[in-house]
């Protein structure tokens, strides 16, 4: 694989202004472009923390993270990193500025000053990606809260980003949002976008290229979705899905025949009742 | 003692052409100690009726009913009314405000006038009913892990001695401990003689716990009933939004060869269940055909 880096973390180290200890503590870490990278972990272990460093909003205090080769600590060149990556935080409402919905996706690349019709193009194919196109015309407010989260993603899209960095952006869904979220994160990851998700919910961890633990500000585990729901969750204390926990179950009591997929209809079908 | 709501209609923009109708005749009531849930896709209605039952919106039309007292608009009581029903918002952390945990649960009761020990002995409380350790009440609550200032959020509404929560998507944003725990805080209070409303998106979850579920579905109430109840409904009738969990539909697949299980039995009865009845322990047989007391339908190839 000699896909560009798109962020090269080296020994991040992070405190907050007054806190006692620190958020991120030398955390290494190595994102190539076009890749879908899951971070997964417990709250407050720093996943958040490392989001806003690859952004710039925050600079290591310890440490360097690049963005694209170019180091947050330069100030030349923070615009051109926050541009590159666009954030999409746990709270929708906290992104949305505008009250009309085509006026809100429009309002990053107004603000870069780009020509109208240029503006147009973005905002149609923003909206189109996030599946908000017959919503253009709404107001913000009176979206869902699964559509207000897919308009602050059409935000992002919108700065034409390199690299795009969610944060817990699922957890207000519900099962059926979410799935068309995903699938949207889906199609762009197809597109050559790189996706960097922060999520509690380990079912989704299963769609990316590879899965990052990061507990107590350092990454501790680096692998593929099928290694790491092979096993290397149970060490975190990560929520099993209760269909493997079942699986597990049944599989360790000689239920079911050793091969049956983790799957309901393959578990039912499998097993031998009198 | 209960909140019911009878045949409740809420537009929002009413009366201009941005109306979105968010809710129509919807009926449930919630005793006080009892666990209900309302689930439904994202847009349903859910948050619309939640706010209702504590007179934060007034009802359009059909009633709304705490403990004997109608909402009415300009109503006298509607404080009481208020104060008899805690209301804890999506993500209620972001509305902190204070500079301590301690100011921020005592900001209620403050208001409805406690002053000294006695506000002290209501803080206290509330953070221990919560299982918030009382070193932590002198922090800023923005310091604090996820899992604690929920915590601080929902003590913030405990303070305030109501006989009904109202909890919208608690558990949002937390990680498998931290909803852990929550849902345990919320058992106990439960215990304690609080109702719980809880909206959620956790099907299972729900299931689990509640006494009663609401299904929602486009501001309809399509379903109100017991887990059991409620599972069964689903099965035959799906709804937007609603994903049947997969120890339900382990179990209705049980059902359909013949098991008598429960639909929301937990893990252990199911695996009892389908031990009672597994042919041969495959353990002990796994040579010449495990499955050779099956049923013959070709199901156990081995």
């Known amino acids: 694989m000699n896909r560009k880096p798109i962020f090269s973390l080296r020994g991040v180290e992070y405190a907050y202004p007054g806190a006692p200890s620190r958020a991120l503590c030398g955390l290494d870490l190595e994102i190539a472009e076009g890749e879908w990278v899951a971070l997964v972990g417990a709250n407050g272990s720093g996943k958040s923390t490392l989001a806003k460093i690859c952004n710039a909003l925050l600079t290591p205090t310890q440490g360097d993270c690049f963005v694209m080769g170019r180091n947050t600590r330069d100030e030349t060149c923070v615009p051109d990193i926050r541009r590159a990556v666009s954030l999409v935080f746990q709270n929708p409402e906290d992104q949305i500025v505008a009250s009309v919905v085509e006026e809100d996706v429009a309002f990053g690349p107004e603000n870069l000053g780009l020509p109208s019709h240029e503006i147009r193009v973005r905002v149609d194919r923003a909206l189109e990606m996030a599946g908000l196109a017959s919503c253009r015309l709404k107001g913000s407010f009176s979206l869902s809260g699964g559509q207000k989260q897919r308009l602050a993603l059409a935000g992002a899209l919108a700065m034409q980003p390199a690299a795009l960095i969610l944060d817990e952006s699922t957890s207000m869904l519900d099962p059926e949002g979410r799935q068309s979220f995903l699938s949207c994160l889906g199609s762009l990851k197809s597109a050559g976008m790189t996706i960097v998700q922060i999520t509690h919910r380990m079912e989704e961890a299963i769609q990316s290229d590879r899965v990052v633990v990061i507990d107590s500000g350092r990454s501790v585990w680096d692998g593929t979705p099928g290694d790491f729901f092979g096993g290397a969750y149970v060490r975190w204390n990560f929520e099993e899905p209760p269909d493997v926990s079942l699986y597990r179950e049944l599989l360790s009591r000689g239920l079911l025949p050793d091969g049956t997929l983790p799957d309901v209809g393959a578990m039912l079908d499998a097993l031998c009742l009198s | ?302």
């Open chain 2, 1 to 302: 003692m209960s909140v019911v709501i009878e045949c409740l209609s809420y537009s929002y923009n009413l009366g201009t052409p941005a109306i979105v109708t968010a809710l129509s005749d919807v009926s449930v009531s919630v005793e006080r100690g009892e666990w209900v849930s309302i689930v439904g896709h994202t847009g349903s209605g859910k948050s619309t009726l939640a706010q209702h039952m504590n007179a934060l919106l007034i009802p359009q039309s059909g009633r709304v009913e705490i403990d004997g007292t109608e909402v009415k608009p300009k109503a006298k009581g509607l404080r009481d009314l208020r104060r008899k029903v805690g209301l804890v918002f999506q993500y209620p952390e972001q509305q902190f405000f204070a500079e301590t945990a301690r100011e921020e649960i005592a900001f209620a009761p403050h208001n409805w006038g406690l002053r000294g020990q006695d506000l002290d002995r209501r803080v206290a409380d509330a953070a221990s009913a919560v299982g918030l350790d009382a070193a932590l009440l002198e922090s800023n609550p923005f310091s604090l892990s996820g899992g604690q200032q929920r915590r601080v959020a929902i003590a913030s509404v405990i303070a305030a001695k109501p006989d009904y929560l109202v909890l919208d998507e608690p558990t949002a944003g937390l990680d498998a401990t931290g909803i852990r725990e929550l849902t345990h805080l919320l058992s106990e209070l439960k215990r304690d003689g609080l109702a719980i409303v809880q909206v959620t998106h956790d099907l299972q979850s729900a299931l689990d716990r509640s006494d009663r579920l609401l299904v929602m579905e486009n501001g309809v109430g399509v379903t109100v009933g017991g887990a059991e109840d409620v599972a069964a409904f689903l099965l035959r009738n799906p709804v937007r939004g609603l994903v049947i969990p997969p120890l339900v539909q382990f179990s209705a697949g049980l059902r359909a060869r013949g098991i008598e299980i429960p639909l929301t039995g937990d893990l252990d009865t199911i695996v009892r269940k389908v031990e009672e009845r597994s042919a041969t322990p495959l353990k002990y047989e796994p040579a010449n055909g495990a499955c050779a007391a099956s049923d013959g339908q070709g199901r156990c190839s081995s």
